[in-house]
C-alpha cells in the first residue's frame, strides 16, 4: 500500500493515546496471552527484527524484515534496527521479532522449539504455513515467525503486518498473539495471459512487480504464458507474432532466453511455482506451428479453422517438438500450462468426429488427451519433476464420458487440471454426472475474478472447498480487463481495487470456510486500527465493487458521485482521530474517489 495520506489526513491529535500506551508499558504475560507489546515509544525503536539466516538472506528473507520494518517506518517514522544472525551466533539480548526458518531456529536457539507446541507444530505444516508465537526469556519478549521454508516466513510476517501491528504514530505496538496458520487450499493459481493487447509490452523487471503482489496475496503458482514470446528455432514463425486483432506478442519485451529465465528465476525466488504456457493449437504461437498446411487445421464452422486438429499426425508432431523446445531451453520452470483449443470449436474432420461410445464420445476429446500425454512423455524423458496444468470443463466435452474417463486415470501426482468453463460436475461413467472430484483431486476452478463481485469470490471458495476442489484460479490479464480504470505498466496492485481483491483471495484461498460477513471483519482488521469505525471498511469494500461496476462506463450515474460524497464525508470524519494504518487506508479510499471522478465525466443536466 502506497505510504502517502491525504492532506486532511497528515494532522491527527494522538496525545491521549500516547500518555495511555506511554503508561501501559511492557506487559508481563506468558506466551500464549494476546498482550500489547510497544514497538516503538516516543519516536524510538523498541524492537528490533533479527533474521536468522546470515548475513545475505534470501531476498524471501529480507522481504519478510521489509514487510515489518518498511511498515513501522511508513506509519512512526522509526527505523527498527535489522540484524542478521548466522550459525554459531546468539540471539541479541533485546526485544525482538525474529524470522526463521525451524531448520535455522534450531541450529541458532534450539530451546524456542521446546518453548512453545506451537513452534513445534512447524515440522508438520505445509510449506507456504507459518506460527506466529510470542515467547519471552529471562524476561526479553520477542514475537517468532517461523515456517518450514523462507516463502513461509514471509507468509508471516506478512501476517504480522497486516492484522498485529496497530496504535498511534508515538507508539506502535504488537499484538502478541499465537497464530498457526496452513492454506487450506494447496492450488492457488495466477493465469497470466501476457498476449493480449498492450501486456506483450511488460518487461521481466514490470513481471517481477506483479510476482510480487502474487507473493504478497498468498499464491503459489503462475501459469505464465511463454508461447508467441519464445524464440523458437525450429518453428521461427511462431515467435513475436498477431492472431487477429488482439492476441499479440509483435512487441514483446520478454522475447529472449535471458528475459524469460529472468522471470522463471525472480518467481523461484518469491517462493512461487512458475509453468510455461500456451494452447493446445490455437492463439498466438502454437496456432502458427503448421503455417496452415492444408489439413493440419480443424475442420468445423467458424473460426475453428483457425486452430489446429488434434488428430492430424503433422500438427501432433509440431506440437510435441513446440512445448519439448521450449522446456529443453528453459528447464528451471516448474511445469507445462497447456489451455485447450475447444474455446475455438471441436473438429469434425472424419477421424476427430468418429464415436466413441452410446453417450455422445467421439475421438476428438480422446486425441486431445494422448496428444498430451506425448507431450509431457517427451518433457520428461529429461526433465521428469515437470508438472501440467490442462484445462476442461468445455461444452465440447459436456457429453463425452471417454474423454473424461481418460482425465480420471491421469492420476499421477505431477498433473492438475484447471476447470475452465464454470463447470462443477463431468460425465461420468453411462454419461450420468459426476462431481468433478470424483475424477481428479486436483481439480482447480477458474474466474475471472478481479471483474467479478467479492461475494462471488468467498462463494466460490467456499463452494470448491466442500466439494473437494484443489483449489482456485484467478485471471490476471490486464490486456483484457481489469476490473479498474487503469491501464498502467505495470497495472498497480498496491492500490484499489486490486489491493483489496488480492487480499481477499488471501484469506478466501487459505481459510475458504469464510462467509462474507467473516471476510468484512478480516478487511476491516487488515485495513483499518482499531480506532476506526466499522463503516470504513464497509466504504472499502463499496469503492472497490464501485470501480469494478463503473470501469467500462463514461459518465457518472447521479447515485455514483452521491456515494462517493456520502463516503468522502466519512473519510473527513474519521482522519482528526485516525492512527497512522487507518490513515494510510482512508489515502487509498481518498485516491480511488478522485480516480473514478477523473474517468467518469459528469453529465449535464
Known sequence: MSGRTHASVRTIPLAAVCVFLAAAGHPSAGAAEAVKWLLTEDGKPVFSIVTIGGAEPALLMQRAGDAIGQTVQRWAGVELPRVAVGEGADLPARSAIVLGTLDRLRRVAPEVETADPAVMGVAFMDEHAFAVVPIRFAGVPRLFVVARTASGVFNGATYVRDFLIDGPRCGLYLQAETVLRSPQMSGRAAYTLTIWGHEARYTAADWERIFDSFARDGFDRIYFWVSGHFPSRKYPQTYKCRDGEWDTTEDSRIGTVPDLRRIIRYAHAMGLKIYHGGALGGWCGTGMLTNNAPGTMKT??????????????????????????????????????????????????????????????????????????????????????????????????????????????????????????????????????????????????????????????????????????????????????????????????????????????????????????????????????????????????????????????????????????????????????????????????????????????????
Open 300 to 605: 468445423g464452422t467458424g473460426i475453428a479453422a483457425r486452430s489446429l486438429c488434434p488428430s492430424h499426425p503433422a500438427s501432433r508432431k509440431a506440437l510435441v517438438e513446440s512445448y519439448k523446445e521450449i522446456f529443453d531451453a528453459l528447464p528451471e520452470a516448474d511445469g507445462v500450462f497447456i489451455e485447450s483449443a475447444d474455446e475455438w470449436g471441436e473438429c469434425v474432420c472424419s477421424e476427430c468426429a468418429r464415436p466413441l461410445d452410446e453417450f455422445g464420445s467421439r475421438q476428438f476429446g480422446r486425441a486431445q488427451l494422448t496428444l498430451v500425454q506425448e507431450i509431457m512423455r517427451e518433457i520428461w524423458r529429461d526433465h521428469p519433476h515437470a508438472r501440467l496444468c490442462y484445462t476442461i470443463g468445455y461444452a465440447e466435452h459436456g457429453k463425452d464420458p471417454a474423454y473424461y474417463e481418460i482425465v480420471r486415470q491421469m492420476s499421477d501426482p505431477r498433473i492438475e487440471w484447471m476447470e475452465a468453463r464454470d463447470s462443477w460436475e463431468f460425465p461420468g461413467p453411462r454419461g450420468t454426472s459426476l462431481p468433478a472430484s470424483c475424477f481428479s483431486r486436483r481439480v482447480m476452478r477458474w474466474r475471472q475474478y478481479y471483474g467479478l463481485p467479492l461475494a462471488d469470490l468467498v462463494a466460490d471458495a467456499d463452494r470448491a472447498g466442500r466439494s473437494g476442489f484443489y483449489g482456485l484460479i484467478t485471471a490476471f490479464e490486464p490486456g483484457a480487463g481489469t476490473g479498474s480504470y487503469y491501464t498502467d505498466i505495470p497495472y498497480p496492485t498496491d492500490i484499489l481495487p486490486y489491493v483489496l481483491t488480492g487480499f481477499v483471495w488471501r484469506e478466501a484461498t487459505w481459510e475458504p470456510a469464510l462467509n462474507v460477513d467473516d471476510m468484512r471483519k478480516r478487511v476491516q482488521r487488515r485495513f483499518f486500527g482499531a480506532e476506526a469505525s466499522r463503516e470504513l471498511a464497509a466504504d472499502l469494500w463499496m469503492l472497490r465493487e464501485l470501480i469494478r461496476e463503473q470501469s467500462g462506463r463514461k459518465e457518472m450515474a447521479p447515485q455514483v458521485e452521491q456515494t462517493l460524497s456520502q463516503i468522502e464525508l466519512r473519510i473527513r470524519q474519521a482522519a482528526p482521530n485516525a492512527g497512522p494504518k487507518t490513515a494510510e487506508s482512508l489515502a487509498l479510499m481518498t485516491r480511488a474517489i478522485d480516480d473514478t471522478r477523473k474517468h467518469l465525466h459528469t453529465p449535464r443536466r
